[in-house]
Structure formats: structure tokens, C-alpha cells
């Protein structure tokens, strides 16, 4: 769980610095095994930029299948 959050917090400070690609990678390391409420909340964050940036409907469905 500790990693999880860290994860999290890394990707926040690559998004915000508009690394979208960085973000997503360090996003892709949460698994559910870590923690559920982190893996969630990865994946809700990565299909925001999915659809946002990517303006990729696919990868944004995908995220919550």
C-alpha cells in the first residue's frame, strides 16, 4: 500500500508537469494487489488523460473494464 501511494504521488507530480507518458507509466505499476482504493483511483487518473489528452476512447473504456 505504501508503494502504491508513492506511485500516486509521482504520477500527480508528472501530470501536473505535463508528462503525460510518465504519468501513465508510473500509473501502470499500481496493481490491485497493492491496494484496491489506489488501483481505482490509477485507473480513473489514466483514463482522464486517456480521454483528455489522448483523446483516446478506446484506452478510456479500457480502464474501466
Known sequence: EQRARIYLSQAKIDCYS?????????????????SDDHYI??????????????????RFIECYQ
Open 41 to 58: 483511483r490509477s485507473r480513473k487518473m489514466m483514463a482522464a488523460i486517456y480521454l483528455s489528452k489522448h483523446k483516446d476512447r478506446k
Open 18 to 34: 505535463g508528462d503525460y507518458e510518465a504519468t501513465l507509466q508510473t500509473l501502470r505499476n499500481i496493481t490491485a494487489k497493492m
